[in-house]
């Protein structure tokens, strides 16, 4: 049952619970006695299967900037099945008497694609809480930098990083605290200073402490001023475009959840019940790390190649996400049944550097063109 969920349902129930009964060599069940059997399986073992993915992460030479591994801190939020159990247990979309939305946050490494931590709750827990329930399962290093944008830029977070020794930058709006509208109206472009906590942001924290911060602003392109506050004191070190290109490497995160989302659409749910929610969520974020390591191993063989075609390429090149992912799924029954994963292992890595994307920096459009978003609802397959 679980090797069922974690092939993600882009098919109906009954078509991939036939493919993987037939890979395993079982007889087939029905799509009723598949739909009882999975609800046995608690939510949790997939969330723990991502924290073993975890492990093996931790044991990879990854990328880095300026020495540090950068993690970027988003959320987004899901469009759910209609069903009065899920609408019972995560509400009532404000839009819709029928409809609900659950509240997502992933802990994406942006230099590897790798999610680090993910969290799946009801609309009723803001961004801030979900980060807060990642950061406790994250051991605070020196070496890992956390990037998170204006929705997170609150003192009581601020001091939490701050006191568990935790490196990170965070833009911060404009004009909501009277923090933000004191540095801004510095003249001082980079400097450090003290964030004396307001009445309400003493009460929040339960500290009158104040925290020491580096302020650093930056003039975008369209004129407006993106003002950044990080624990990055060494200005020598850490110089000012220093600072403004770290934060636009936050970007990373918001392709991870186009990658969860439109890419391998998580929202097309094969299930009606809260249990089931949870299940596939943390199966796509697995499926997600999977690629991701898969990609770490392809990226070596590529770099290696790339030093034989030394001359020869004018871009440089990466792995395309979305056929690695493919290539992930149609061996996931494989990887988690036979005995030799190490050589299944070696042809998913080859199947993944044939196939490249080239990195053109510097690429950019306006959010402008978009105009107003649509929510499109999923229904239930």
Known sequence: MALSI????????????????????????????????????????????????????????????????VFAGDGSTLNLPASKQIRGHFGVDANSSKSSLARILLVYDVLTGFTLQARLGRMSTGESG????????????????????????????????????RPFCIRMSTGISNFAKG?????????????????????????PDPVRVRVTKTVLKTGETELLVSSLLDIEEFKTEDLAELYDMRWGVEEGIKNLKPKIKVEQFGCRKPQGIYQEFY????A???????????????????????????????????????????????????????????????????????????????????????RVNQYYK
Not at 11 to 21: C, P, R
Not at 183 to 196: L, Q
Request: proline share 2%; glycine share 6%; charged share 30%.
């Open 6 to 69: 974690l092939q993600l349902f882009k098919e109906s129930a009954d078509f991939v619970t036939d493919d993987v009964m037939s890979k395993l060599g079982k007889q087939e069940v029905t799509g009723s006695a598949f739909s009882q059997a999975r609800y046995k399986i608690d939510w949790q073992f997939f969330s723990d299967l991502c924290a073993i993915s975890s492990e093996h992460y931790d044991t990879f030479s990854t990328l880095r900037w300026k020495g540090h591994r």
């Open 130 to 165: 979900l980060l807060d329930d990642c950061l406790l399962e994250i051991p605070p290093r020196p070496d890992d930098l956390l990037v998170l944008d204006r929705n997170f830029g609150h003192f009581h977070l601020v001091r939490r990083m701050t006191g568990e020794g």
């Open 183 to 207: 540095v801004m109206a510095d003249s001082r472009m980079d400097f450090i200073t003290e964030w004396v906590p307001s009445k309400s942001e003493r009460e929040t924290s339960q500290t």
């Open 283 to 286: 199966a796509h974020i697995l």
């Open 288 to 374: 997600m790390n999977m690629v991701a390591l898969a990609g770490m191993a392809a990226t070596g063989q590529m770099e290696m190649e790339g030093r034989k075609r030394k001359g020869k390429r004018k871009l440089l090149y990466k792995y395309n996400w979305k056929n690695a992912f493919l290539q992930t799924r149609k061996r996931i029954v494989e990887l988690f049944s036979r005995d030799c994963v190490e050589t299944i292992l070696e042809t998913l890595v080859t199947k993944i550097t044939r196939k490249l994307v080239a990195v053109r920096k510097g690429r950019n459009f306006s959010r402008k063109a978009l105009g107003k978003s649509t």
